[in-house]
């Protein structure tokens, strides 16, 4: 019985359990209790080792290396400890040892049942954890090694000890794939860590490894697989793989802390080398004087060329009747992005090439005479609708064609290491806006060219008045002069406020910026990397987006275009600009009507003239639609300004939670607060940005007196109420 027991125990079948650890109901008549249970005791031992076995077996099958890795360090710990127990345990039966055969000539199955005691709660925990693996059709080594881990945690010595070395070998196994990822950029075919895109895919990282050093691996296994995929001149160097090699193969991930320190040594040592040889600074500060240049209409001849070759393809395009010319395609855009260029300090620069327009909306067609008389929408539902913190890159970019009209950079390698898409789009969104308010600019500056030919022409010619009446004289000097007055105001405001963005704005944050690359550069070269001092923040790839991001923030912020009511404002006044100038080239470039004009001079009972009548009616509502908008501008503006801000640094899209009054105001001061944790400067900086333009707008005292007679006159009005 002794034998079958210890087959039994071996894995092997018996009739003296046939299901399960159960003994078979013959043999229960035959048998002391005490003997009943330590049979069955060991029955169940036995129960739980071939369930195990059978377990790992269809385990052993899986596709997954974590889980192959996994049965076999359990097989080894079994066969090398509870299966050699088995045949220590027989041999000293077999030798009479006189601490098991009892006289010299039988055994107690108490005995056995002690010699076997210790893998009870080893034998339990590796059933509930086959029977977890089981469960799930496919494991991610990242919950898988947390899933060891968790369970190595417990009060039991020999339980925490078998978990501890499963975990250990799935481990193992998970770095070497890392390895191959971090050191060579290769990915692997089965169970990557990252996506084709070289991004972390979900539960390939376990827990225990910190989101740093998640950014890191990400990081520098994408730059070097890059770099090999680009087939640089320069690869990373031999002696500097095999050191990561060693250092990743010292650390397990259960070691945070040492784990952590070995990742952010490659991490450094890789972005070092890559500042180095691949990107180097003159790359970033080309790239980002492109960008300012062509982007922030820092080119200011290049930019003006291109707003007049768009003006002009509209003309040559979209007048004719049909034909296959009589549209604008990306095509065209982009030759006349060439031709602008020719005359300007752009011609033969070779960044120009990267520069592309595109029409999201297809190609663009002269408009149907029922399409040309839409609507506009008012500036009040433009409020109402703005109200969600998010940027809205798209507000401005029909502004220039019509249509949407988006200019892309083509960034090319080793350059999209450091410029995303987003940041793109940011870009994108500025040039839209910024070109908006230029063209603008340049049509209301033509409009009084004309408006002052006219008047010159007026004076020298005909006079304001010659054999009209008293009624339609008087009416052609208010006409006049309240045209005059209005592209005074459009000019003076558009010259302070695109004065304000450029001067202020993106002049001091690009100077800065340049200032801060410097510096970060000049730090990292002048100091070696073995005597690099642990203060040193190094200069890689991360830091440059860091402060490149910081800095388009900055940017956004200072231009207004994170607080989504005072651009719902600015879209609809640059809207009327648009209309009086329009109005005006239909006029033939003067607000009057000529003297001999049909309909001009007194006909019949009429003392003021029809075409005099109308135009007065025209220009004294723009007049009055452009003033209300200029005072909602200032005062939103001063309203953002006096607000308290919010202490953290938060994103606006998700800590705007107050009601839809103060959701406008609250974004702003936020976008500031997160504006100004960069570069070298706090939250006085970026409200100060915007104090400037306050003090630009109201320089004469001409919107704050304005608003005070306002609120005295409501006062009155008020008292007379009561």
Known sequence: MIAELLLVLAGHDSSLFPTDHALHPSFVPLLHPGEQQSLEALGLIAFRY??????SARLSRSASRSICALCATLNNILRNEYESLVVETEARILTRDANLVASGSFVPLSSLRATFSEWDAPLAALVSLVQDLEAEKHWRPGPLIDMLLVRSHTGIHRVADILSRLSVAVQRVWRTQLTAFLVHGTISSVDPLVSESYTLLDGSIPSCVSAQSQESIAYVGRAIATVKAAKWQKQLPH??????????????????????????????????????????????????????????LRNGEFSLSVIREIERLKISRLTLRSGPTSMI??????????????????????????LRFSL???????????????????????????NTPSLDYHLFATHLLGTPLTLTYNVAWPLDLFLHSADLNAYAGLFAYLSALRKTHVRVQGCWTSLSNAQRARRRWTGLGEGGTTEDLELRRRSLRCGWGIVRDMEWFLDTFFGYLMMDVIDVEFRKLKELLAQKVSAVVD?????????????DFTTLRA????YLDRLLTGCLLTNSSLMAILRPILDVCERFVAQVERWGGDVL?????????RGGDEKVGVMVKERWLIVAEINETLQKALDSFFEHLSMSISQQPFTTAADASKSVIMNASMTNHTTFNVNMSRGAKGLDGGLG?????????????????????????VAQTADILADLTQ
């Open 527 to 539: 100091t070696s990397p073995d005597a690099l001092p642990s203060s040193t923040t190094p200069l």
């Open 360 to 386: 999201p909306s297809g190609p663009l067609r002269p408009l149907l005479p029922s399409l040309a008389n839409v609507p506009a929408v008012p500036p009040a539902a433009l409020s109402s609708s703005s």
């Open 593 to 601: 009507p000529a003297l001999l004009f049909e309909g001009s001079l």
């Open 685 to 709: 900086e970026v409200r100060r940005h915007v104090e400037h333009l306050l003090l630009r707008l109201d320089f004469n005292g001409a919107f704050s007196k304005r608003r005070d007679s």
């Open 239 to 296: 002696s500097l793989t095999m050191s990561h090699t060693s250092l990743l193969g010292s650390v397990l991930p259960e070691d945070q802390h040492a784990f952590d320190l070995v990742i952010f040594q490659i991490r450094t040592n890789v972005s070092e080398w890559l500042w180095l040889n691949v990107l180097t600074q003159k790359d970033v500060e080309d790239a980002v004087e492109s960008l300012a240049n062509y982007f922030l």
């Open 547 to 550: 402060i490149h991001t910081t």
């Open 329 to 354: 395609r990306d095509q065209d855009l982009n030759l006349a992005l060439l031709r602008a260029s020719l005359g300007t300090t752009a011609q033969h620069d070779p960044a120009l090439a990267h």
């Open 50 to 55: 071939r369930k195990i076995k059978a377990a």
